[in-house]
């Protein structure tokens, strides 16, 4: 089973939407899906299942009390699985930190290996814990890249700790990065970008993210972009990025 991490310390460069973005892609074309929420703020969760609903969620993974496939809730769409965060997550993150709890969902993936095509890992904005553990058991990882001035620092880091993950985890095969949130008006978001895709090369995918308002109303109306509004420049993107994502996951 393909494991791919959405991974990036910053917040806000849209990883959750991406995560479930591709999901709902895949889920339509036909596809069974499982989107791992393992950032605290839970926000993949709110966005697709009813929260306060829930009786379970990947905290009881991490701590070893559940397997990860007694979790999984439906949600509601064909296809489309979620193991789901509760903010309680980060008390996991304050109390445990036994090579157990790192490793939780790389032992915990391949046991779903025939019930889903794929795996989708939504990681908090940070390289800790949760973020590691995502890497480590990830086959690809997929990272937005925002044109911004800072933005350069921040990979650097990022790209250390994929590294240390790769030592440990054989399985990691490829990286490939995507630009979000660009907005072409400006010349210095023009000119950043020209940097990015100087120094990334052949792993910065063609596919950009474009700021989009349609997005941020669907997470509001919680549907996917593609149900939210079809036609927007929002799905339009996403069409477009997770079919060079496929193309990828499918080539490595
Ligand atoms: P992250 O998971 O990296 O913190 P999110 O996916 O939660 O980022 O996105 C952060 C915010 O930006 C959210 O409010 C989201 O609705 C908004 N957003 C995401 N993608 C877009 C887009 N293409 N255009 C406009 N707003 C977006
Ligand atoms: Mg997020």
């Given at each position: 089973m393909?494991?791919?991490?959405?991974?990036?310390?910053?917040?806000?460069?849209?990883?959750?939407?991406?995560?479930?973005?591709?999901?709902?892609?895949?889920?339509?074309?036909?596809?069974?899906?499982?989107?791992?929420?393992?950032?605290?703020?839970?926000?993949?969760?709110?966005?697709?299942?009813?929260?306060e609903g829930l009786e379970s969620d990947i905290s009881q993974v991490y701590s070893g009390a559940r397997s990860l496939g007694s979790i999984v809730v439906p949600t509601g769409r064909e296809g489309l699985y979620l193991a789901p965060a509760r903010t309680s997550l980060s008390r996991v993150e304050n109390l445990e930190r036994s090579l157990k709890t790192y490793t939780a969902l790389r032992r915990e993936l391949p046991?779903?290996?025939?019930?889903?095509?794929?795996?989708?890992?939504?990681?908090?904005?940070?390289?800790?814990?949760?973020?590691?553990?995502?890497?480590?058991?990830?086959t690809h990882v997929l990272v937005?890249?925002?044109?911004?001035?800072?933005?350069?620092?921040?990979?650097?880091?990022?790209?250390?700790?994929?590294?240390?993950?790769?030592?440990?985890?054989s399985g990691l095969v490829s990286v490939r990065y995507f630009m979000a949130l660009f907005d072409r008006r400006t010349v210095i978001s023009q000119e950043i970008a020209s940097l990015i895709r100087d120094r990334l090369g052949a792993?910065?995918?063609?596919?950009?993210?474009?700021?989009?308002?349609?997005?941020?109303?669907s997470q509001y109306a919680q549907k996917t972009i593609f149900d939210y509004a079809p036609r927007s420049t929002g799905?339009?993107?996403?069409?477009?990025?997770?079919?060079?994502?496929?193309?990828w996951l499918a080539s490595s």
């Open positions: 393909r494991v791919l991490c959405v991974a990036q310390q910053k917040g806000g460069v849209c990883k959750t939407t991406t995560a479930l973005s591709l999901s709902a892609a895949w889920a339509e074309a036909g596809r069974r899906v499982l989107m791992v929420d393992v950032d605290p703020q839970a926000n993949l969760t709110r966005n697709i299942v009813e929260y046991r779903l290996d025939g019930s889903y095509d794929l795996a989708v890992v939504d990681t908090p904005p940070s390289l800790g814990l949760f973020t590691v553990s995502a890497l480590l058991a990830a937005p890249v925002q044109p911004t001035f800072f933005c350069q620092e921040g990979l650097g880091d990022l790209n250390q700790t994929i590294a240390e993950a790769r030592e440990e985890n792993s910065l995918l063609s596919a950009t993210i474009r700021r989009s308002v349609a997005v941020e109303e799905a339009q993107d996403y069409r477009a990025l997770a079919k060079e994502v496929t193309a």
